[in-house]
Nanobody, 115 residues
């Protein structure tokens, strides 16, 4: 069992930055593909970014060049640095861990981009 705890959400003005963190329990963190997903009101949950245990990354087209996903396997933590935020980035952001036949989700953290 893996537990994921997100932090770092909040209210930010357009053009601003935030960094999300997701701390994972368990000693086999490095085998999981970690990801960030988001769900805006009235919309389906969508992929934001993923990162493999070896550090290979994948981004949604809408965030490429603005968001950066990274991980620290020693700290069992994955990060999402979000720059140049737009109102369309407003959503609940979820951390995800996929691997070993399992798929785990965090509880979500709200990001609101508004002036």
């Amino acid at each position: 069992q893996v537990q994921l705890v997100e932090s770092g959400g909040g209210l930010v003005q357009p053009g601003g930055s935030l960094r999300l963190s997701c701390a994972a329990s368990g000693s086999i963190f490095r085998i999981y593909v970690m990801g960030w997903y988001r769900q805006a009101p009235g919309k389906q949950r969508e992929l934001v970014a993923t990162i493999t245990g070896g550090g290979s990354t994948n981004y949604a087209r809408s965030v490429k060049g603005r968001f950066t996903i990274s991980r620290d396997n020693a700290k069992n933590t994955v990060y999402l640095q979000m720059n140049s935020l737009k109102p369309d980035d407003t959503a609940v952001y979820y951390c995800n861990a996929l691997g070993g036949g399992h798929n785990y989700w965090g509880q979500g953290t709200q990001i609101t981009v508004s002036s």
